[in-house]
């Protein structure tokens, strides 16, 4: 069972960017597709980016044109670069595969401040 820690998560002012690592116990490169969701309070947790095996990406409304998903195979590591923050993207982020079948890491909190 791979096992990963989300990291990369503070707190920014609106406008501002983060990038977010996803470190996995082993190898992804058999995972097709890998994804980061995001938990706000109070919402059920939401996929917000999708990467597949070769480099191919989709994403949420919500974020398209601001976050960029990306992967290292030979790091076993996903990331998630967000740009143009906004106080509506605060939440805890996660990365899982799409649909998610690992194990939940204890994600990184973002919070975004107007």
């Known amino acids: 069972q791979v096992q990963v820690v989300e990291s990369g998560g503070g707190l920014v002012q609106a406008g501002g960017s983060l990038r977010l690592s996803c470190a996995a116990s082993?190898?992804?490169?058999?995972?097709?597709?890998l994804g980061w969701y995001r938990q706000a309070p109070g919402k059920q947790r939401e996929l917000v980016a999708r990467?597949?095996?070769?480099?191919?990406?989709n994403y949420a409304d919500s974020v398209r044109g601001r976050f960029t998903i990306s992967r290292d195979n030979a790091k076993n590591t996903v990331y998630l670069q967000m740009n143009s923050l906004k106080p509506e993207d605060t939440a805890v982020y996660y990365c899982?595969?799409?649909?998610?079948?690992?194990?939940w890491g204890q994600g990184t909190q973002v919070t975004v401040s107007s």
């Open positions: 082993g190898s992804i490169l058999m995972f097709n597709d």
């Open positions: 990467i597949n095996r070769v480099g191919m990406t």
């Open positions: 899982n595969t799409a649909p998610y079948a690992w194990r």
